[in-house]
């Protein structure tokens, strides 16, 4: 009992405390969405439309690409502009940030959110497609961080890190994937601190979630987990308040947090559960 009147405590002091989201201040803000061909992205990218963002998405499919800049215009976006790139690449990441900066003539967000496609499968040694992985996931993201870094201390953006509850605590059948976000969670807590203590202006949010209803996560898990899976537009939105609001942490949907605490507090326990009741697994 009393650890549940604690957290609900916690929560409602958290709530009450959060700094009001103010949409206006998103209109013609200047907005780097990456990984936005589908799935969070895209639906990130709709939102920022609405708000009358000035918007640049990436993603390797320069036709899908096209698709999602034509619908961002027709919702409201005041630019709406795509380049496609392939974040295994070492040159296109800084490409993907030069080409924001000269389009847009700076950055107030940089919302890192693309991953590569991996297997939802039992770990069998494949180094090649895991170091691809890291890549993907996790180089890419801290280059484009850092040549974002001066435009976002210009203008006292904010950088936008889409990570997942795979990066707090450990599961089976993602040890590549998770791997990736635990570095990036690794990376971005510890830049978190080094930017405070140099009184940098720019916010980094780091964004926790459970399982979302994206095609490709929904691919993998339909019928092995019965983990609830959350709508990708909610989670959109609630990534692009997190960072309007400078909020470090975004747990979404609120009981991934829960969870995550109940895994520091009972580790066996949650184990055990992860091991024998979370998966449909016959070896
Ligand atoms: P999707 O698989 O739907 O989208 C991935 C995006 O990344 C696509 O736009 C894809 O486009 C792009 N992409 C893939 N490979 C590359 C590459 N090599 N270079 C550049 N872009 C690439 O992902 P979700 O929307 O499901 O996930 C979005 C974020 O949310 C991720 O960071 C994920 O870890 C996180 N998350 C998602 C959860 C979920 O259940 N869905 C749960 C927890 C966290 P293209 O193929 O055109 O390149």
Redesign the pocket.
């Known amino acids: 009992k009393i650890l549940i009147v604690s957290i609900l405590v916690a929560y409602l002091a958290f709530k009450w405390t959060a700094p009001r989201f103010d949409p206006e201040s998103l209109k013609g803000s200047r907005v780097l969405v990456?990984?936005?061909?589908?799935?969070?992205?895209?639906q990130m990218a709709y939102h920022y439309a609405r708000f009358g963002a000035q918007i640049v998405i990436?993603?390797?499919?320069e036709k899908?690409?096209q698709q999602v800049t034509e619908k961002c215009l027709s919702l409201g976006a005041q630019k709406a502009l795509y380049i496609a790139?392939?974040?295994?690449s070492e040159s296109?990441p800084d490409k993907v940030v030069d080409f924001a900066l000269e389009k847009l003539g700076g950055l107030d967000y940089l919302v890192l959110?693309?991953?590569?496609?991996t297997p939802f499968a039992m770990w069998e040694g494949d180094m090649e497609h895991t170091r691809w992985l890291m890549k993907?996931?996790f180089f890419?993201y801290i280059q484009m961080a850092w040549r974002a870094l001066p435009s976002l201390e210009q203008s006292e953006g904010s950088l936008v890190v889409?990570?997942?509850?795979?990066a707090k605590m450990t599961n089976p059948f993602t040890l590549p994937?998770s791997s990736t976000?635990f570095a990036l969670n690794g990376f971005f807590g510890s830049l978190h601190h080094e930017l405070a203590m140099k009184k940098s202006n720019v916010s980094i949010s780091i964004c926790t979630?459970?399982?979302?209803?994206?095609?490709?996560?929904m691919d993998k898990v339909r019928g092995v987990t019965k983990i609830p899976?959350y709508p990708?537009t909610e989670?959109a939105l609630n990534i692009i308040i997190a960072g309007a609001t400078r909020q470090l942490d975004l747990y979404y949907p609120w009981f991934t947090q829960v969870v995550h605490i109940m895994k520091e507090l009972f580790p066996w326990a949650t184990n055990y559960v992860i091991q024998n009741y979370s998966y449909n697994y016959n070896p």
């Open positions: 990456t990984g936005a061909s589908t799935g969070i992205g895209e990436t993603a390797r499919r899908v690409l790139a392939d974040m295994a296109d959110n693309h991953i590569g496609p993907v996931n890419s889409v990570s997942s509850l795979l994937y976000k979630l459970g399982l979302i209803d994206t095609e490709s996560a899976a990708a989670a």
